[in-house]
């Protein structure tokens, strides 16, 4: 709908599983807005599993709680804007848990968008750096524990340049 023009995550987990010997894996994506590109490109395999938090109501307008996706392997999770951060944080926490029971991630994909931090133009989250640095360590922590800390980072949106570059550096220092 005019942000991407490949969706890289749903591209890079069809491509583990079909070239690289994946059987399960799992997309994390805390951009503020749904992904829609990526759970309309998932959500017809269920050995993927989505988890999306996302600012609502706001653009593109999809993904309610109940839109699970024809298998049941989407977990959508609307959130209002200017929330406290820890609620955010477990939010996504909990449904990434949600997401994985009876289900042992072969590989992670975070789809990582930094428009879900405070002050950004287009979204009204209010994460800040501590968070990124806790999301993506939590996230570190239980690839570890799922499939030997196989886990891929895709940067999405971001639009406040001086905040998404603080982001990233964040992001890589907390993925080791
Ligand atoms: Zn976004």
């Known amino acids: 709908m005019g942000f991407c023009l490949f969706g890289n995550a749903a591209i890079g987990a069809h491509y583990a599983r079909t070239r690289l010997g994946a059987e399960r894996v799992l997309i994390v994506d805390w951009d503020v807005h749904h992904g829609n590109g990526t759970q309309a490109l998932v959500e017809h395999t269920p050995e993927i599993h989505f988890v999306s938090m996302h600012q609502w109501p706001w653009y593109p307008g999809t993904g309610p709680a109940e839109d699970r996706g024809p298998h049941g392997s989407v977990w959508n999770v609307p959130m209002a804007a200017g929330r406290s951060r820890e609620a955010y944080v477990a939010a996504f926490l909990s449904a990434v848990d949600a997401a994985v029971v009876g289900f ?57 340049p001086d905040r998404l570059g603080e982001a990233c550096v964040v992001h890589l220092g907390a993925l080791g």
């Open 104 to 160: 042992t991630p072969d590989l992670v994909l975070i789809s990582a968008g930094f428009d879900s931090l405070a002050g950004d133009p287009l979204g009204g989250f209010t994460l800040e750096l501590d968070d990124v640095d806790r999301l993506t360590r939590e996230m570190v922590s239980r690839a570890e524990q799922w499939c030997g800390g196989r886990l891929v980072s895709t940067l999405e949106g971001g639009y406040a």
